[in-house]
């Protein structure tokens, strides 16, 4: 059975119905797919640090992170965040199982960019602690805060976390942002890209079509890709059906394929 990552974009998850958590639990008690929760939390990480008068600053989509920093987003992101997605699935008659990425060094991390402070990137996923969690009829929710083998723990753009995960489990990947997909601001209105390659993103990119926390999303699709899952997909969470017709495997939403898929 298929393994489906799902992203949660920070900037959908208080946004996301009801009906996505019951189309979750559905199709894992139906044995459609095995569904992996991974969330971001940007906003609401945003809105603590305001609170807590923590500055903060963005480089290429990613959050610089000083140790103040890291504090309130594993706070946020392991604390009331992961929590409320576990409390979702539970009401809509499912069991979850939060972890974060310190959980039994689920992710474990290196820095990323010494420039990003304390960034990290994936180093190693614990495969056997998810499947555990898979097996015991439970949906896995992850927090993307990784450990290295010193017990520091890192931020990891939610992203990049998501695409290590359905690298280690050979799952595919779905990123559920609040846009339905790469769009391009046209005269004849905004346009949605149903498929793009590396080199269409690369354009994109540096072009300024593709910007911000969008990079960081198409650039883990395509490390996906490269590592050999099979698809990689941007879809829009506040349209619960288009999560239904992507697991029924119907085109939808911004699939990032490989560039000779594109021209057969
Ligand atoms: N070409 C583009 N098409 C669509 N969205 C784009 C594009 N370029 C930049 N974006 C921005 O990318 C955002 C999605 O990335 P963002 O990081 O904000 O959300 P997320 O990844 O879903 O949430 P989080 O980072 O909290 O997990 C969109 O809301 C939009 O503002
Ligand atoms: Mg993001």
Redesign the pocket.
């Known amino acids: 059975m298929d393994i489906i990552v799902f992203k949660l ?4 998850l208080a946004k996301l119905p009801n009906s996505f958590f019951e189309t979750l639990v559905k199709v894992k008690q139906d044995y459609k797919c095995q569904p992996v929760i991974v ?5 609401e990480i945003t809105e603590a640090l305001n609170k807590w008068n923590v500055k903060s600053t963005f480089v290429n ?1 990613l959050r610089v992170t000083t140790a103040d920093v890291l504090h309130v987003a594993e706070m946020v992101l392991s604390g009331s965040l992961n929590k409320q997605i576990v409390a979702n699935i539970q009401r809509a008659g499912g069991s979850g199982i939060g972890l974060s990425g310190v959980d039994g060094s689920l992710l474990t991390t290196k820095p990323l960019d010494s420039k990003l402070g304390f960034v990290g990137e994936v180093s190693s996923v614990n495969n056997n602690m998810l499947n555990m969690v898979i097996n015991q009829d439970s949906i896995p929710v992850i927090s993307p805060i990784g450990i290295d083998a010193d017990g520091q723990k890192y931020n990891i ?3 990049m976390a998501a695409a290590a995960i359905a690298i280690a489990l050979k799952g595919k990947l779905a ?1 559920i ?3 339905p ?4 601001e046209k005269s004849s209105g905004s346009y949605v890209y149903p498929e793009l390659t590396k080199s269409k993103i690369k354009e ?1 990119i540096q072009i300024g ?6 990079i960081p ?1 198409v650039q883990s699709a395509l490390s996906v890709l490269e590592a050999g899952v099979s698809e990689a997909v941007i879809l829009n969470g506040c349209q619960p059906a288009d999560v239904t017709q992507y697991i029924q495997g119907n085109p939808v939403g911004t699939k990032v394929v490989h560039e000779e898929a594109y021209y057969v």
């Open positions: 974009g920070g900037s959908i969330h971001g939390g940007g906003p989509g753009n939610a992203d990123f942002s609040d846009v997909g790469v769009m391009e994109l079509v593709i910007t911000g926390g969008m999303k």
